[in-house]
């Protein structure tokens, strides 16, 4: 009887309306992101608006969790919304750690493949915010969902490989006379391969509500 008088009743839309809007911010973040990794002289102010990114990321997360609390009827469960928005943010909070290492350290050249890496940022990120919208429709707009989660996944192995092929380089290039040029490189590609693993973490969490409501 409560799920018949559920089904009647309005689904709360402004879920849909905050995960889209954190997926933009995710998006321009990410090209923000993209932007540090050519290096100069505008590395430090560009890492500041990374940082500025996230921080209206934040507020996005604490309406969901708000709205969250406050609603009786849900579109979907309440725990893949927590879930959903969780591993949003997480890939957001993920590029502010990365600019923070950045500022850390002083960098303001990267290697090609670290540049490589950040365009599969922007990609991901920009199938992300061009799915989140689908989920309003789930069941008619499955084949695309799915279609954009084997993408995701798809450019999660590229990050892989061009890691460990960047760490490879990185280790030649400097093994014998500047050991700490490694270490801080190989912390800079750390931090944007887990980048690229969040948004992963962000199309699987989306598959599974699709699988749910199949």
């Known amino acids: 009887m409560l799920g018949w008088l559920q089904a009647l009743m309005p689904k709360e839309d402004r879920f849909f309306d905050l995960f889209e809007r954190h997926a933009q911010i995710s998006f321009d973040c990410a090209r923000t992101l993209r932007a540090v990794l050519d290096g100069g002289d505008q590395v430090s102010r560009l890492c500041e608006e990374v ?38 943010d997480d890939s957001v909070d993920q590029m502010r750690q990365t600019v923070r290492n950045i500022s850390l350290f002083d960098v303001v050249a990267f290697d090609p493949d670290m540049k490589r890496i950040g365009d599969l940022i922007v990609e991901t990120a920009r199938i992300s915010r061009a799915t989140m919208p689908l989920l309003r429709s789930m069941n008619v707009n499955a084949a695309k969902i799915n279609g ?38 190989s912390e800079l590609f750390a931090h944007l391969e887990k980048v690229v693993d969040y948004f992963e973490n962000v199309a699987h969490r989306m598959s599974g509500i699709l699988l749910e409501h199949l």
């Open 51 to 88: 940082i500025r990114y996230e921080q209206e990321a934040d507020v996005v997360s604490a309406e969901v969790l708000l709205a969250l609390r406050r609603s009786f009827i849900t579109p979907f469960d309440r725990g893949d919304i927590h879930g959903l928005i969780g591993d949003m």
């Open 148 to 185: 954009a989660v084997e993408k995701i996944v798809e450019l999660e192995e590229e990050s892989d490989h061009l890691y460990m092929h960047g760490l490879k380089e990185l280790y030649r290039a400097h093994k014998d006379s500047q050991p700490m040029a490694y270490i801080v490189g």
